[in-house]
C-alpha cells in the first residue's frame, strides 16, 4: 500500500533524507522512529505530497504521488505534527470543508461526521467554536477529518502529542481496530512505548538515512540485546547514550 523508493530530500549539501525505501503492507501499522532532527516529518511531509523529493518516489495504493498528486492523495488520511485549523468554524463546519475536499457525496456527510465526532468523544462540542477547544480536542478533530473519507492509507506525525492517558487508549484501540480492516498506517513518534504497543514493524531513522527495520524482536537482535526495551535498543542502534 505503501512504497518508498530511494526518497531523498537534499537542501544544498546537507541530505535531509537519504535513499530511504520502505515497502509497507495493507494492514500493517509501521512506526517511524528516531532522533529530533533525524528527517522523520521530512519524510512525512514527502509521503503526504506537502513537499517534492529531490530524488526517488512515493507511490500509494499503487499511485505514484508526482504523476497523480491528487489522486494519491484522495488515498490518504494526513495528520500532521501541527495541525492548521480555521478556529471560527465548527468542529461541524471543518468537517463539511474537508468533505468537500476530499468529494464526499453530500448524502453521505451527515452519517459520516457523525460517526466521527462520536469515534472522538465530540459530539457534545460538533457546534462550538474551534477556538473554543482544547489543544487534545483539537488533535481528536484532526483526526477525525483525517478518517472522514476512509482512506486505505493513514500517515501521522506524532499523533499522540498533547493527548490524556485516556486519548491516547483511543487512539491506540482506533488504529488497531482499523489495521485490522485493512488500514495501512504509517506513525511517526518519539513515544517508543506506544511503537511498540501497536506497531507491526518499526524503521529507525537517524541522519536522514533508515538503519533499522523489523519487528521489535528483529531489532533487539540487530542491536545485541535479548530482552531490552524499545527504548534501550534505540539508544544502542543510533549510538545515543542515557547517560550524563
Known amino acids: 500500500m505503501i512504497e518508498l523508493k530511494d526518497l531523498t530530500k537534499t537542501y544544498g549539501n546537507y541530505s ?39 530524488e526517488g518516489s512515493v507511490t500509494i495504493a499503487g499511485i505514484d504521488m508526482q504523476a497523480q498528486p491528487q489522486e494519491a492523495k484522495r488515498r490518504i488520511g494526513f495528520i500532521p505534527d501541527r495541525p492548521f485549523l480555521y478556529e471560527k468554524l465548527t468542529g461541524l463546519e471543518f468537517l463539511r470543508f474537508t468533505a468537500d475536499i476530499y468529494g464526499l457525496a453530500e448524502r453521505q456527510f451527515p452519517d459520516k ?14 457546534n462550538e467554536l474551534i477556538e473554543s477547544y482544547s489543544h487534545g480536542m483539537k488533535q481528536r478533530l484532526i483526526m477525525a477529518a483525517a ?14 502529542v498533547g493527548l490524556d492517558p485516556l486519548a491516547i487508549i483511543m487512539v491506540k484501540q482506533l488504529f488497531k481496530r482499523l489495521a485490522s480492516e485493512g ?11 506506544v511503537a511498540e504497543d501497536i506497531c507491526d514493524r518499526i524503521g529507525i531513522l537517524n541522519r536522514g538515512r533508515l538503519i533499522a527495520s523489523g519487528t521489535t524482536d528483529d531489532l533487539r537482535r540487530e542491536a545485541n540485546v535479548s530482552s531490552a526495551d524499545l527504548e534501550q535498543v534505540f539508544l544502542n542502534l543510533t549510538g545515543n547514550s542515557a547517560g550524563p
Open 16 to 54: 535531509a533524507v537519504q535513499r530511504l525505501s520502505l515497502n509497507i503492507g495493507k494492514g500493517e501499522i509501521f512506526g517511524f522512529i528516531g532522533p529530533n532532527g533525524a528527517g522523520k516529518t521530512t519524510t512525512i511531509k514527502m509521503m503526504g505530497g506537502v513537499m517534492a523529493p529531490t
Open 113 to 126: 461526521a457523525a460517526a466521527t465526532l462520536a469515534m472522538f468523544a465530540l459530539t457534545d462540542w460538533s
Open 147 to 160: 478518517l472522514l473519507h476512509e482512506p486505505p492509507v493513514l500517515i501521522v506525525d506524532e499523533p499522540m
Open 183 to 193: 488500514v495501512t498506517i504509517f506513525m511517526s513518534t518519539h513515544t517508543l512505548k
